[in-house]
T-cell receptor, first 110, second 113 residues
């Protein structure tokens, strides 16, 4: 089992749609969680941190479920500019350990 | 502006040559990292450094070397021993190596022929 698993997609959605990504992790001692966005041939950029209480930033909502060891990202009212690959990142869990998921590809179409 | 810079953006080398990729940060971050990304793949950790004059191997360190003589700088050398060096190389830094988010430089795309 991979340490961090994501559905690779691609997810093809129309503008205005709501889309959700899930990510599971294997190390129950993991301590911090993030979602990054990566555009084609660019570097990953931090989208948001993920907390147990959940957090929201505009159209984006991230949730953490420690009991089931998964995190989620919800994008509401999708825009064309949301088209990118979304990376799930899990940090901590006994010494240094940062694991990047392979990413979920999103295409938003007009 | 604070940030991470990598140079050059594109680099072409002949097989058998060593090449050094630059990474500089002015964020006063303690931790720095090098990743490799192949087309359609996730990031794989090459080396990381939690503090000056110390660094550790990541998952795919063979054929690579690093140094961390200054807090701001973490250069990566791709040696001729690296069998498949053509890739997108990303440098990142974080305030500490434990739970903090990482910030990435723009990357260097290396092509070896």
């Amino acid at each position: 089992r991979k340490e961090v698993e994501q559905d690779p997609g691609p997810f093809n959605v129309p503008e205005g749609a709501t889309v959700a990504f899930n990510c599971t992790y294997s190390n129950s001692a993991s301590q911090s969680f993030f979602w990054y966005r990566q555009d084609c041939r660019k570097e990953p950029k931090l989208l948001m941190s993920v907390y147990s209480s959940g957090n929201e930033d505009g159209r984006f909502t991230a949730q953490l479920n420690r009991a089931s060891q998964y995190i989620s990202l919800l994008i509401r009212d999708s825009k064309l500019s949301d088209s990118a690959t979304y990376l799930c990142v899990v940090n901590g869990g006994g010494g240094f350990k940062t694991i990047f998921g392979a990413g979920t590809r999103l295409f938003v179409k007009a | 502006d604070g940030g991470i810079t990598q140079s050059p953006k594109y680099l072409f080398r002949k097989e058998g040559q060593n090449v050094t990729l630059s990474c500089e940060q002015n964020l006063n971050h303690d931790a720095m990292y090098w990743y490799r990304q192949d087309p359609g793949q996730g990031l794989r950790l090459i080396y990381y450094s939690q503090i000056v004059n110390d660094f550790q191997k990541g998952d795919i360190a063979e054929g690579y070397s690093v140094s961390r003589e200054k807090k701001e700088s973490f250069p990566l050398t791709v040696t001729s021993a690296q069998k498949n060096p053509t890739a997108f190389y990303l440098c990142a830094s974080a305030r500490t190596s434990r739970q903090d988010e990482q910030y990435f430089g723009p990357g260097t795309r290396l092509t070896v022929t």
